[in-house]
């Protein structure tokens, strides 16, 4: 804690010296323009006096008490100076006392006319040296300013200069970097080319070394069984075999060596593999991000697209399917029809033996010709109405939507449907009490008549009897088929409806939103309108005072009984000046900003004229009596236009100095995405080239080990030499692993 409060502390010392360096150096540019205005007001009160004097020989006694009201408001205005300043003013009111005594007293000769006169002109030369000299200062500050303005911009226009040159050679760099990398991946490329056909080489001598050790491991072998009898040669043989084994482990022990070192990768490759895969990481990252981003975009802007096309094809889908609906029914309808036509021609045929079947078929004729003449005659009525219905909505002034009235028309060919097939029910039920009736009228003329010609005839019509009972269960099943297609439709009505429900209610949710955005968005400009009135109110308030800033310290440099007229001439100008900016403002609705300092010193010459002017008619002072005072403020008004375009040009540098910037950052972007692009390139012809110039015969000679052997050791041997080979990653070797973990020869290892 004491460290912490000690650094605290000197940090806290560290800004009072800062401010305390920056309030003195305000106070020497304080203390240097008081004084310069305290010269000025010495010279012009001295001249003053001295015009006052000449006036003084007409009036003396007027012009000394004159001068004694002058002194005194000399005194009460050096009495707010500083303390050094005293002494200087109370030795300029005796000699003013002095000089008004000399003037009091009556002078009779020429003589005491011309020393006036020189007094006047030496008063008149010392006031018009001091405000030169306090001119060339101003001057030289100026100056001084626009020095260090211009050698501001000159620096500003080195550093772009240099940023300029610093990117040329930064892209200078970047191209002999990327010369350079290429260069180098393709001396590594042949260097690798050299060890892999190098490589190739000593694997193929090794191979061959190998079956000439498995052919002397054979011949081994053989002589070995031939020699087991020889006790003699036993010793020879077994050395033999020691001498083989050692010989063929120091031959695993060098295939070994040479698959770890062709195993093993150079360090820059692998630093370039990581760089690359952390590169692609990165840029699969950003490619995803915006891929996401414009499909969100795309899905948005497809989505009401989308919404009114389904709600179209929705609408076309069902009146597809009601007029599906529509032409099924009227063909099943027909089909029904059909089918009883049929049967009544069959009952006819089987009639003409049985009087009672004439008489029942008679009744079911009278019932159809009714049933039909009904409906040809509701059809017909349906007609007349859906015509005069059309008319009267024609005529009528607000008329009626049609598509209601076409789904009721729909819904009550339904209903109608309905009532058919229940006409057709009551007609299947009539035929089958015909057919029972039949029946009992075939076994009462089996009873009465025994004859084998009314025996074929029973038979030939129990055969017609079962074929009218299965065309009566086809009739069934179509029946039911119509009924379960009725209630599908009904189904897909009332989903189609709750669709329509759910896309209004979802269009009435949007419609809402967007009214709550507006409202939102019309309140926040409101505000940004009110905060924009407050801040030109308050700059127009800061303007005021600046006037009457200027009003006071322009007052001192004009006589004091003129200072009123003045005063009040310069209010009324800037009340004026005042009010056209407010009406400006006012009929603009936003009001903008005043420019603070440059419109004021371009308009303080025209107060000061037109003030001037005004009062030139009073004998008093013009424009060509007080030319240093717009002089003074023709300068201070050029001086702000100069500083005001030299802002401007600083603007303009820092702008394009940012714009440089951005440039170069795009520019290291574009260069780094290239690099990109080539490693990824690069790395992809590396992997072709090694895997187009691995030896297929090894491959091929390891594989068929691996299958062949049963050892786990050797196996696992073989998988990494395969992997060595084909170039596996660790991920690929780690699910090789995890997929060979549950296999009987990797866990023997």
């Known amino acids: 804690m004491e460290k912490l409060s000690k650094s605290e502390l000197l940090r806290y010392v560290e800004e009072q010296k800062v401010k305390l360096s920056r309030y003195e150096s305000r106070l020497r540019d304080v203390v240097t323009a008081y004084k310069g205005l305290s010269k000025e007001k010495e010279a012009l009160e001295g001249s003053l006096i001295a015009l006052t004097a000449s006036q003084s020989q007409i009036n003396p006694v007027k012009s000394a008490s004159e001068k004694e009201t002058a002194s005194e408001a000399k005194t009460t205005v050096t009495g707010c100076d500083s303390p050094k300043n005293e002494g200087d003013n109370?030795?300029?009111?005796?000699?003013?006392?002095?000089?008004?005594?000399?003037?009091?007293?009556?002078?009779?000769?020429?003589?005491?006319?011309?020393?006036?006169?020189?007094?006047?002109?030496?008063?008149?030369?010392?006031?018009l040296s001091t405000l030169s000299a306090e001119?060339?200062?101003?001057?030289?500050?100026?100056?001084?300013?626009?020095?260090?303005?211009?050698?501001?911009?000159?620096?500003?226009?080195?550093?772009?200069?240099?940023?300029?040159?610093q990117m040329k050679d930064l892209e200078k760099q970047h191209r002999l970097e990327l010369e350079a990398v290429k260069s180098k991946l393709i001396v590594e490329r042949h260097e690798r080319e050299k060890e892999h056909t190098d490589h190739g080489a000593m694997i193929m001598e090794l191979q061959k070394l190998t079956t000439e050790e498995r052919t002397a491991k054979e011949n081994l072998e053989s002589t070995i069984t031939e020699l087991k009898g020889r006790l003699s040669v036993a010793d020879l043989s077994e050395k033999r075999l020691r001498d083989a084994h050692n010989e063929i482990e120091s031959m695993r022990a060098k295939l070994r060596r040479s698959e770890a070192t062709a195993q093993e990768t150079s360090p820059l490759?692998?630093?370039?593999?990581?760089?690359?895969?952390?590169?692609?990481?990165?840029?699969?990252?950003?490619?995803?991000?915006?891929?996401?981003?414009?499909?969100?975009?795309?899905?948005?802007?497809?989505?009401?697209?989308?919404?009114?096309?389904?709600?179209?094809?929705?609408l076309e889908s069902h009146l597809a399917e009601l007029s599906e609906t529509v032409g099924s029914y009227d063909r099943l309808r027909q089909q029904d029809q059909q089918a009883i036509h049929k049967l009544k021609d069959h009952i006819a045929q089987l009639s003409m033996s049985n009087p009672t079947v004439n008489k029942s078929e008679k009744d079911e004729s009278t019932i159809e010709l009714d049933s039909t003449t009904n409906v040809h005659n509701i059809l017909q009525e349906i007609s007349k109405l859906k015509e005069k219905l059309m008319e009267s909505n024609r005529v009528s002034e607000k008329p009626i939507d049609i598509e209601d009235t076409i789904f009721n028309l729909f819904m009550d060919f339904g209903n109608r449907q309905t009532e058919l097939?229940?006409?057709?029910?009551?007609?299947?039920?009539?035929?089958?009490?015909?057919?029972?009736?039949?029946?009992?009228?075939?076994?009462?003329?089996?009873?009465?008549?025994?004859?084998?010609?009314?025996?074929?005839?029973?038979?030939?019509?129990?055969?017609?009897?079962?074929s009218l009972q299965e065309r009566v269960r086809m009739l069934n099943t179509q029946l039911e088929q119509v009924e379960c297609a009725e209630q599908e439709w009904k189904a897909q009505a009332t989903r189609f409806q709750q669709q329509i429900e759910t896309e209004k209610n979802s269009w009435r949710e949007k419609v809402q939103n967007l009214e709550i955005e507006l409202r939102s968005r019309a309140i926040q400009t409101e505000q940004q309108l009110a905060l924009q009135r407050e801040r030109s109110l308050a700059l127009l308030e800061d303007k005021e005072q600046e006037i009457r800033t200027l009003k006071s310290s322009f007052q001192m440099f004009l006589p004091l009984g003129k200072n009123n007229e003045l005063s009040s001439s310069?209010?009324?100008?800037?009340?004026?000046?005042?009010?056209?900016?407010?009406?400006?403002a006012e009929a603009i609705g936003d009001l903008p900003k005043i420019p603070s300092d440059q419109t004021m010193s371009s308009a303080l010459p025209g107060i000061l004229l037109g003030t001037l002017q005004s009062e030139t008619g009073m004998n008093s002072v013009g424009p060509g009596d007080s030319p240093h005072i717009l002089h003074y403020a023709h300068e201070l008004a050029r001086r702000e236009v100069d500083i005001s375009?030299?802002?401007?040009?600083?603007?303009?540098?820092?702008?394009?100095?940012?714009?440089?910037?951005?440039?170069?950052?795009?520019?290291?972007?574009?260069?780094?995405?290239?690099?990109?692009?080539?490693?990824?390139?690069?790395?992809?012809l590396e992997r072709c080239q090694s895997r187009e110039g691995a030896n297929l015969e090894y491959l091929k000679n390891v594989v068929l080990s691996f299958l062949e052997t049963s050892s786990p050791s050797s196996k696992q041997h073989m998988l990494n030499a395969i992997g060595a080979v084909l170039k596996f990653s660790e991920d690929e070797l780690d699910r090789v692993r995890r997929h060979s973990s549950n296999s009987w020869w990797y866990n023997a290892t």
């Not at 009779?108 to 006036?116: A, N, P």
């Not at 490759?269 to 490619?287: D, F, G, N, R």
């Not at 009490?433 to 039949?438: A, G, I, M, R």
Request: proline content about 1%; glycine content about 0%; aromatic content about 0%.
């Open 90 to 127: 109370l030795e300029q009111s005796t000699e003013n006392a002095k000089e008004a005594q000399t003037v009091a007293t009556p002078v009779d000769g020429d003589e005491s006319s011309v020393e006036q006169l020189r007094l006047q002109l030496a008063t008149l030369t010392n006031a």
């Open 135 to 165: 001119k060339s200062k101003m001057e030289a500050g100026f100056q001084a300013d626009k020095k260090k303005l211009r050698q501001e911009k000159e620096e500003k226009e080195k550093t772009i200069q240099d940023l300029q040159s």
């Open 269 to 314: 490759l692998l630093q370039l593999q990581a760089e690359m895969s952390q590169l692609k990481q990165q840029h699969t990252v950003a490619i995803q991000e915006e891929q996401r981003r414009a499909k969100d975009a795309e899905d948005t802007a497809k989505h009401l697209a989308a919404v009114h096309e389904e709600r179209v094809a929705n």
């Open 421 to 466: 097939h229940a006409a057709c029910r009551e007609e299947r039920e009539k035929l089958l009490q015909e057919l029972q009736q039949t029946k009992s009228t075939k076994l009462h003329t089996s009873l009465y008549h025994s004859r084998p010609r009314e025996e074929t005839a029973a038979e030939a019509l129990h055969i017609q009897i079962r």
């Open 570 to 584: 310069a209010s009324s100008t800037s009340e004026e000046i005042h009010e056209q900016q407010s009406h400006t």
């Open 645 to 684: 375009n030299l802002r401007k040009t600083r603007n303009k540098l820092d702008n394009t100095l940012r714009d440089m910037t951005k440039m170069l950052a795009v520019e290291r972007e574009r260069h780094s995405e290239e690099t990109l692009r080539l490693r990824e390139s690069v790395a992809r």
